[in-house]
Every structure is written in C-alpha cells, then in structure tokens.
T-cell receptor, first 112, second 114 residues
C-alpha cells in the first residue's frame, strides 16, 4: 500500500543551525512533491513544490531535494530562527491523480 | 489579500445532531477540497470538486457525510447524524487549474462531538 513517512514527529534544534526534515514514500510514482508549513490553529501554508525531474529547489532559506531512486525528499531550513517553529508537512501527488496525500508532519522547534 | 474562509471556526455539538460547515473558496479558484485532520490519521482528503462538480468523495463516510457546492462562492460539508469519532479539524482548500498544483487552505473548523 502507499505510504508517506516523515522521519520524526518532533525535531528540536538551536537557533542558527540548519534544520533537516525527511519525507520517505513507498509505492508511489509522484509527479511532484510539496512541503507545507502549519502553525497551531491554522491551515497548512504552501512553501515549495519540486517535480519528479528536479533534484533541488531553493527559496530564500529553504531548500528541498527530491531523490526518486531513494524515494525520499529532504527539506532544509538554513540559519533557523525561533519563528521557523511549526509543523512541516510533505505531500505527494501521483502521476495522473489530482489527489494530494499528506504525511503526518514533523514538529520543528527552534530554540533561542 | 485573497483567503479561503471557513465558518464556524469552532463547533461543539452532541452526538446525533446535524453539523454544517461552510467554506468560501478564493474568488476565481475552480477546485475545492475538504480535508479532515486528526492526530492519529493526519490530513485525509474527504471530497474534491472541480468547477462545482463533485469528482471524488471516496474519503467520506457516505451514510452520514455529504458535500455540495451550491454556487462558486460556497462549499458545504454536512454531517448527519454526528458521532464522537467525527471530532476533528475540518479544512477546506481551494486551487486553480486541473489539477491545481497549489492548494490554499482555510483556517479550519474545529469540531467536537460529545
């Protein structure tokens, strides 16, 4: 069966360090993968999209990699700040399927 | 600043009661999604509309849940009768395109069924 796993439920890091979050999937051939940020009491907010033929995407302090051989995406936040503390969700869309399937998320806490 | 709006933000009700949640998608968006989020299951897709037509509601318990789009500015999700296991946060999201690559989520309706 199809499965999306985000490496840990929670990650704590020190301000200024790089946060690295992992998203692994099985039994998917995703057309693309997305990362969303969710703050408490709010809906997810889209951050980045990376397509199956792309290896890396950057946006300001964010970087996403996509390895379709390993079936894994890494999400990096460089020079992390306490304001980056949130839950981060990865989501995949299959080739011809409109449906986005979400992982359960990783709660990132950046300590000052 | 275009946003998806949802009402009510919070709802507490007793088992057996009808619950109606409303969503106003971003003007001009042609796709609408309903999701349910719980700690155990995460975000699950309940229903999907494109140009107001329901394309997929396979994620919904058919006997008690129904979703409609009476017009382009309103989507509704109804639970009748509600059960304690329906307690969750329900999100509406809208997008543009087919399939829409980016989904814009509303703030959610937090439902508690006692």
């Amino acid at each position: 069966s199809q499965k999306i796993e985000q490496n840990s439920e929670a990650l704590n890091i020190q301000e200024g360090k790089t946060a690295t979050l992992t998203c692994n999937y099985t039994n998917y051939s995703p057309a693309y993968l997305q990362w969303y940020r969710q703050d408490p009491g709010r809906g997810p907010v889209f951050l980045l999209l990376i397509r199956e033929n792309e290896k890396e995407k950057r946006k300001e302090r964010l970087k996403v990699t996509f390895d379709t051989t390993l079936k894994q995406s890494l999400f990096h936040i460089t020079a992390s700040q306490p304001a980056d503390s949130a839950t981060y969700l990865c989501a995949l869309r299959g080739g011809s399927n409109y449906k986005l399937t979400f992982g359960k998320g990783t709660l990132l806490t950046v300590n000052p | 600043d275009a946003r998806v709006t949802q009402t009510p933000r919070d709802k507490v009700t007793e088992m057996g009661q009808e619950v109606t949640m409303r969503c106003q998608p971003i003007l001009g968006h042609n796709t609408v999604f309903w999701y349910r989020q719980t700690m155990m299951q995460g975000l699950e897709l309940l229903a999907y509309f494109r140009n107001r037509a329901p394309l997929d509601d396979s994620g919904m318990p058919k006997d008690r849940f129904s979703a409609e789009m009476p017009d382009a500015t309103l989507a509704t999700l109804k639970i009748q009768p509600s059960e304690p296991r329906d307690s969750a946060v329900y999100f509406c999201a809208s997008g543009l395109g087919d399939p829409s690559e980016t989904q814009y989520f509303g703030p959610g309706t937090r439902l508690l069924v006692l």
